[in-house]
């Protein structure tokens, strides 16, 4: 099988090997440490004359030979021991057959051709993630458009005639306003105060990690053009609501993580006032002035994509470095101490910040704002926002994972989407149309750019059916497609989110129509409640099987309107099946290892029917949907019964 090919239906299983604990006897290895890696072999594969691995230490190749520790259900175990040379520690299998056939086995699967190191395994000797991160269930809130207490600020000086002069006040049944100066200007009042009083909300949901767009003061509704960083905007409710809004959140058992901007401020930043004010300011030295542009100039420096109100910073600076994101005064630092206790940071354009031209500090910034928040709070989640193919900047050294679209999002919306959807912004398709997947093209290209991260960062990396900068996905979804893209979302690798409102099924055509304002009050509603109902039980789903959270994947079949697979750990496994259509799908039986079909007659969800006859086992629905199956775990020899 090449990694393009789809897995073919009625083909016997391959071997395997992932980064879960079935394979990988420690998730977090120091340097130097010896980690022993296990490779299933199915006893169809036929028999093999040599296994081992093949690493690249330090640039040169290394061979560790495997030996078989057991053998369960159709299946021998293999194992290695692997030296953790590197930070960052490549590896791939290589069968060698009786009849002197050779097979690789990597990240995209299994090849008859050598493969590329870019593609191999990875033992990751830098700080984990912390141990809450795979489990999370996100939900993310835009505070402008999510709710509005009774005590806002924005209804206050909106009576008074004192909101900020550049903003455009509206009511919170107004429509949004798409087109500049309403597009970043409209102004509907929610504060932080309101999230507090709806986070009953999102315990019903299952949500025990919020994600917080800015809250620093701004001259958008988006709050990505901060004026300072040295507190929270008064129109949200100030300092004091932070700290009320987090302090209930952990009360629930829900963490907190805020949005940072660590490639630009806003053109009315106290830092960049200075700077223009006066050539010889320390603060000169954190943004790109060009050599021609002396004080008091508005023009002449570098912003985000050529937009003015965004100057970018420049990392060379050790001083921004010092007030930003080095050491317990930095701004990293202070909000995930007392009084805020912020759970950690999303970074906003993470794959710009710092490379400008021939200058390329990224990994010094992403490793500095680590080495920082370890210092402080070293629990704490650091995710970093790449619209693009994110794997080099994701290796373990800073970012516990990525919001990115690749792996996940771009494919799903492929799949998914009716043919001919518009892409709108913020997913890297500028304003064109979404291409048409089969689900094979939906599984390469999930497993394409998976393969570029290391296991443990896919736990760690988010599964957004959609974000505040994207079209939200119902808005042109295949009839009844929800399911499957949530359910996927939920039992993929990775961390499950919800934009705030997709459970109201509210739609929009780019990321600033998906900015609307909560329709609260509307949750028992014949259009409403399914949905919601939906997002409950799924969201349930994951909650109630670790497996789902850390658990190992094997692919299963795949065809144009349906995917299978399962997640697998010692305790418990998931049989997995999403259709967009009425489908069918069928697999060898041996494929699930020794568990029969009667093990998969009482779905955890969906309504798709499980038969088995001539050693087959067949998968079906009428219609498009999602189903789940719960397995016993994987019957697997014991670590200790292995090499030293």
């Known amino acids: 099988m090449t990694p393009s090919t789809p897995l073919a239906s009625h083909a016997p299983p391959a071997p395997h090997h992932d980064g879960s604990p079935l394979h990988v006897s420690t998730q977090a290895p120091a340097l130097g440490e010896t980690v022993r890696v296990r490779l299933r072999v199915p006893e169809s594969f036929g028999p093999l004359a040599w296994v081992g691995t093949r690493s690249n230490p330090n640039r040169e190749p290394r061979f560790d030979e495997a030996s078989v520790v057991g053998a369960a259900d159709g299946w021998q175990w293999w194992e290695a021991a692997v030296e953790v040379e590197n930070p960052v520690h490549g590896y791939r299998w290589l069968l060698v057959g009786a009849d002197g056939r050779q097979h690789w086995l990597n990240q995209l699967g299994l090849s008859t051709v050598e493969t590329r190191d870019h593609d191999d395994f ?18 993310q ?5 999510f709710a509005k207490s009774g005590a806002a600020p924005f209804d206050e000086l909106r009576a008074a005639g004192e909101l900020p002069e550049w903003a455009i006040a509206a009511d919170w049944s107004d429509p949004v306003d798409p087109v500049y100066p309403g597009r970043s200007k409209q102004l509907f009042g929610g504060d ?8 009953d909300h999102l315990t019903s949901l299952g949500v025990d990690l919020l994600y917080l ?3 620093f003061p701004a001259r958008s509704n988006h709050r990505y053009d901060a004026t300072t960083f040295d507190l929270v905007d008064p129109l949200l409710g100030g300092d004091e609501a932070l700290v009320r809004l987090v302090e209930a959140a952990h009360a629930r058992g829900i963490r907190v993580i805020g949005d940072l901007t660590s490639n630009h401020s806003g053109d009315a930043h106290e ?12 603060e000169r030295e954190f943004y790109f002035f060009h050599p021609s542009a002396g004080s008091g100039s508005t023009a002449g420096y570098e912003s985000w994509l050529g937009v003015p109100s965004l100057p970018k910073f420049d990392w060379s600076s050790a001083e921004l470095r010092r007030r930003f994101i080095e050491g317990p005064d930095s701004v990293v ?8 206790n912020l759970d950690g940071w999303r970074i906003d354009v993470a794959n710009m910040t710092g490379r400008l031209g021939s200058a390329d500090l990224n990994a010094e910034v992403r490793q500095t704002i680590r080495r920082t928040m370890l210092e402080v709070k070293p629990d704490t989640l650091l995710l970093g926002e790449s619209t693009n193919d994110a794997a080099s900047d994701f290796q373990g050294d800073a970012w516990h994972g990525a919001m990115t679209y690749t792996p996940f999002t771009r494919p799903l919306w492929s799949w998914l989407l009716e043919p001919g959807s518009p892409a709108g912004g913020g997913l890297g398709f500028a304003l064109q149309r979404v291409p048409t997947f089969t689900g094979g093209d ?19 990396t988010m599964n957004a059916l959609d974000t505040h900068d994207t079209p939200r996905f119902g808005t042109h979804a295949r009839t009844g497609a929800l399911p499957a893209a949530l359910g996927l979302a939920v039992t993929l690798p990775g961390i499950p989110v919800v934009w705030a409102g997709d459970e109201f099924g509210l739609t929009g055509d780019d990321g600033e129509a998906s900015r609307t304002p909560m329709p609260w009050g509307s949750e028992s509603s014949p259009e409403v409640a399914p949905v919601l109902e939906t997002y409950r039980s799924l969201l349930r789903l994951r909650r109630e099987h670790p497996v789902l959270a850390t658990g190992g ?10 995917v299978a697979f399962v997640r697998e750990s010692a305790e418990e496994s998931v049989l997995v099946f999403a259709a967009r259509s009425g489908a069918t799908l069928s697999f060898d039986d041996s494929a699930l290892g020794g568990r029969s079909a009667a093990d998969v007659a009482a779905p955890l969800s969906g309504q798709a029917r499980v038969a088995a006859s001539a050693g087959l086992v067949t998968l079906e629905t009428d219609e498009a949907g999602f189903a789940a199956w719960s397995l016993p775990g994987v019957a697997a020899p014991s670590w200790q019964a292995g090499i030293a």
Do not use: K
Not at 141 to 145: I, N, Q
Not at 333 to 340: E, I, N, S
Not at 442 to 460: D, E, I, K, N, V
Not at 553 to 562: K, N, P, Q, T, Y
């Open 271 to 282: 830092w960049f006032r200075a700077a223009q004010a006066d050539a010889s300011a320390p």
């Open 141 to 145: 809130v835009f505070p402008d458009r």
């Open 213 to 215: 767009t800015p809250v």
């Open 553 to 562: 994947i094997r692919w299963l079949a795949v065809g144009d309107d349906a």
């Open 333 to 340: 630092a202070r909000f995930l101490g007392a009084p805020f």
């Open 442 to 460: 939906f599984h390469a290209a999930h497993t394409r750019f998976a393969a570029g991260f290391p296991w443990r960062t896919r736990l760690a």
């Open 192 to 199: 932080l105060d309101g999230v507090r009083e709806q986070l």
């Open 122 to 139: 990875r033992l990751v000797a830098h700080e984990p993630a912390p141990e809450w991160a795979a489990s999370s269930v996100m939900y």
